[in-house]
Structures are given as structure tokens and as C-alpha cells.
């Protein structure tokens, strides 16, 4: 069981120096329950979307997923699952035993909150957090777009007229408020690699995307390579999707922290 709660506690490690290197946002709210209904309706493209094959939806639910993290030359694999409910929350399981969750972490525009439910405590904060503590600011769709096979980029921008032609298919190099970002497309333009580079430091970020199949009339990855370097430490993992549905009635649950104790994050992820 130790090692367990210890490989646990580097994927949630992971998760979060990974997501420093994207843009800002700010307030404070906890976690409560959210059901949306599913609908087929989306907003028009825009000119900067025409070629782009990038999936479109409201919900999506990767119900059953492997992360895979190597430690001192070993791979360990812990079974978990990411619901999205698109621009309102985005939760992370991590359910190493009989599908039994220990942790939670639950993404809002406005909130993070990080829950060990094995010990009964949680900690919440909001996307300032990353910039006192880190010295680069998120945002909540900064890592939706990284979930969901998407550029960093506001859709309003003008991609087509910038793409290049490489010997993969296509490039388009831009800025991203104080990063450089280099985004790499198939020869059917879809996003196989996002680049991030954080301006006058050496931080940088790798999200590669892989096998890309069809489920619910959206083509989606079923693989994805996460690295990145931060202050000189380096941190990655694969997430392996087995279980992906799109656009269906989704279920955020709650928890009442009533019997939980609310601790700094080193009490949750100590590093």
C-alpha cells in the first residue's frame, strides 16, 4: 500500500508543475455537484478553424484511463479517469484499487481543489497559487485545451494563414502570451504535438498526441505523452485512454467536507 500512495502522490506531483508552464485566472470556490445535458449543437467555426480538425464537443468522459509514470527504472501504471464538462469543470480520479477513488482533483474556472479521500483532507486554492508559488500564472481552459487535443491559442486567431509545410504535415510557430508555442499537425490537421517554451527560462513543455480514433463522431487520441522541464527538474508521464465517450449527460459528484480537514498541499503532495 505504500508504494502505492507514493506512486499516487508523484502523478498528482506531475500534474501540477506540468500545468505551470500555460496562462492566468483567479478567485475561490469549492467543489459541488454539476449534471449538464448533452447537446449536439456547436458554435460555428471560424476561419482560423476551417482546416483544423480539432474535437468539438460539450462533454467528454475518459472513464477508464492508465497513467503510467517511470520511477528508478521501473513503470507503474494507476488506473484513473478525467470527466470535462467543456468550460465549466474538469475532474481527475486516480483509482488505484477495485476502482476504489483516493484521489480527486477538480478543475473550475475560478478554483483547484485537491482531495485525499484515504485521509480525509483537501486543499483548495485558486490559479494565483501557481503564480506566487511557481512564477508562472494558469488557466482553467489553458489545461482543458491540453486535456482536449487543442492549441493554446484563442480561436479568433488566424492559424491557416501561418501554417508551414513540414515532412509530418504542417507547423504553426506563434506566442502565447509570455511563451513561445510551437504546434505540430498531421497531414489530415489534427494536433499531434504542442511545444511550449517559457520566455528567459529554460522551462519547457512536450504534449504529444498519438492513435487517433473515432468515438461518437469525434476523433479523439487515445494516447498522450506528457513531459516537461521546470527549474532544472524534469517530470512525465503517458496517459493511456481505454473508455472514451463524447457529448452524453455527464455527473460531477460531490463531497461534503464536512468530516474533511482542510491542510496546506504539502499535507496532500509533499514536495
Not at 88 to 102: D, N
Request: glycine letters at 2%.
Amino acid at each position: 500500500m505504500k508504494i502505492r500512495t507514493t506512486i499516487l502522490k508523484y502523478i498528482l506531483v506531475g500534474l501540477l508543475p506540468l500545468v505551470t508552464i500555460a496562462s492566468c485566472s483567479a478567485a475561490k470556490r469549492l467543489t459541488s455537484s454539476a449534471i449538464i445535458a448533452a447537446t449536439k449543437t456547436e458554435a460555428p467555426k471560424s476561419a482560423a478553424q476551417t482546416k483544423l480538425h480539432l474535437p468539438q464537443f460539450s462533454t467528454m468522459n475518459a472513464a477508464k484511463c492508465k497513467f503510467a509514470i517511470t520511477l528508478r527504472e521501473k513503470t507503474y501504471s494507476i488506473t484513473s479517469s478525467v470527466k470535462i464538462i467543456k468550460d465549466s469543470v474538469i475532474q481527475l480520479s486516480i483509482m488505484p484499487i477495485l476502482g476504489i477513488e483516493m484521489y480527486r482533483a477538480v478543475l473550475r474556472p475560478d478554483s483547484i481543489t485537491i482531495i485525499d479521500k484515504n485521509n480525509h483532507n483537501y486543499f483548495v486554492t485558486d490559479y494565483g497559487f501557481f503564480q506566487k508559488r511557481f512564477g508562472v500564472a494558469i488557466s482553467f481552459k489553458d489545461v482543458q485545451s491540453l486535456l482536449s487535443n487543442q492549441p493554446l491559442n484563442p480561436a479568433d486567431e488566424v492559424i491557416n494563414s501561418d501554417l508551414k509545410t513540414n515532412d509530418s504535415g504542417y507547423e504553426w510557430t506563434t506566442s502565447y502570451k509570455n511563451l513561445k508555442a510551437d504546434y505540430q499537425f498531421s497531414k489530415e490537421y489534427q494536433l499531434n504535438k504542442t511545444t511550449l517554451e517559457q520566455t528567459g527560462s529554460e522551462s519547457k513543455f512536450n504534449c504529444s498526441y498519438y492513435n487517433f480514433n473515432t468515438f461518437d463522431s469525434v476523433v479523439f487520441p487515445t494516447q498522450c505523452s506528457i513531459e516537461a522541464l521546470h527549474n532544472q527538474k524534469q517530470t512525465g508521464f503517458t496517459v493511456t485512454i481505454e473508455k472514451l465517450t463524447f457529448n452524453t449527460p455527464l455527473n460531477i459528484s460531490s463531497i461534503n467536507f464536512s468530516d474533511y480537514n482542510r491542510v496546506g498541499l504539502e499535507q496532500i503532495l509533499p514536495f
